[in-house]
């Protein structure tokens, strides 16, 4: 029913979590790896010469990484290479050992670092990978330079999993918390922006979120049309009937419309018996066939079931816009159009 601002929301929420992975990736490639060239100098003239090439070529390929990310603008590519860098440090720190055989204290942060680059899911699957190799290096000492003690690895392999654990329950209830509160918001949204009656959009949804996505989002609507629609002697139905028996004529009225449009129009009731349908890409020719094909149903309908020979008509009123700055004169000249209808005698479509 609203082409576009669900587009748009969307597109809030995935800037929001692109700039924390923005985040996250510039920190790891920064700091981490300033951090990794100390280190590397420091190590620079000791015994075992593996550390400090680990350190430096891990530190240069973040920064590289992070400077192709800044040139490109590609963020899930920047990110996907980060982790891999990520696993094959920390699988390289700990076939080496590190200073002094500590490369195991060193691994604790990278489980949360997976999990702000990648996801929950894939960093799930790509820590539960890590813990396996791990594994495998730590319990078979022949295929490493270093030397645990087992308990030593044990120990680790046990807390490495409970830290992997904990942040895959805060990312996960993180996101569930994230997707509840989106949903919450467009709940508000859609009642505030909804005719409780006929379940239609209404004038508030005009202004607050139809023409800023008019401006915003053009490609999405124009051409567009127009249709002003007002129901012929409503108030002498309910008069007659009673308002119980206007509120259903209204109600089917916009199961009609919903009926007859597309799911990218808009039908909005802006009155008590005045309606504006919004067709995106449509021309006033074929807004006047959408209009003819309504107005006749209409007339087919029997909107009363006390008094079933009692019909129900409506005049219409057709006008076009280009762009956003014409959709307010493009409204009332379709209004205007609507008056000529009912000046020519009702139950006809006038634009």
């Not at 791990?134 to 000492?141: D, E, G, K, S």
């Not at 997707?179 to 909804?194: F, H, R, V, Y």
């Not at 609507?221 to 127009?226: G, K, Q, R």
């Amino acid at each position: 029913m609203t082409p576009g601002l669900n587009q748009q929301r969307s597109q809030q929420s995935q800037h929001i979590d692109a700039r924390r992975r923005h985040h996250i990736l510039a920190f790891v490639s920064y700091i981490t790896s300033a951090v990794m060239f100390v280190y590397g100098y420091k190590n620079l003239h000791a015994e075992q010469w593996l550390l400090p090439l680990i350190l430096f070529i891990t530190g240069s390929c973040f920064l590289l990484n992070v400077l192709i990310y800044q040139a490109t603008q590609k963020l899930q590519r920047a990110c996907t290479i980060e982790a891999l860098l990520v696993g094959a440090f920390v699988l390289s720190l700990v076939y080496q050992g590190g200073h002094q055989n500590t490369a195991l204290y060193w691994v604790f942060p990278f489980p949360a670092i997976l999990f702000g680059l990648l996801g929950v899911r894939h960093a799930l699957i790509s820590n539960a990978a890590l813990v396996m190799i791990l594994a495998v290096m730590l319990f078979i000492p022949e295929l490493i330079l270093a030397e645990y003690k087992e308990a030593e690895a044990s120990r680790f392999l046990a807390s490495l999993l409970i830290v992997i654990i904990v942040c895959w329950i805060n990312d996960h209830y993180r996101e569930r918390s994230h997707q509840a509160m989106e949903l919450l918001q467009q709940s508000k949204e859609l009642q505030a922006n909804t005719d409780a009656l006929t379940g239609l959009a209404n004038r508030r949804f005009l202004d607050s979120s139809l023409l800023p996505a008019l401006a915003q989002q053009s490609n999405e609507f124009f051409p567009l049309a127009v249709i002003m629609c007002d129901i012929d002697h409503f108030k002498q139905l309910n008069d007659q009937y009673g308002h119980d028996v206007g509120d259903e004529v209204l109600k089917g009225v916009a199961n009609l419309f919903q009926q007859n449009l597309r799911q990218q129009d808009i039908a909005c009731r802006i009155g008590g018996e005045e309606f504006l349908l919004i067709l995106p890409h449509t021309s006033a020719t074929d807004a006047r066939n959408v209009a003819e094909k309504i107005r006749q149903q209409f007339a087919q309908q029997r909107w009363v079931t006390s008094d079933k020979d009692y019909k129900v008509t409506a005049s219409f009123g057709v006008a076009e816009c280009n762009q956003a700055e014409q959709f307010n004169e493009a409204v009332k000249l379709a209004d205007q159009q609507l008056y000529q209808a009912k000046h020519l005698g009702r139950n006809q479509v006038c634009g």
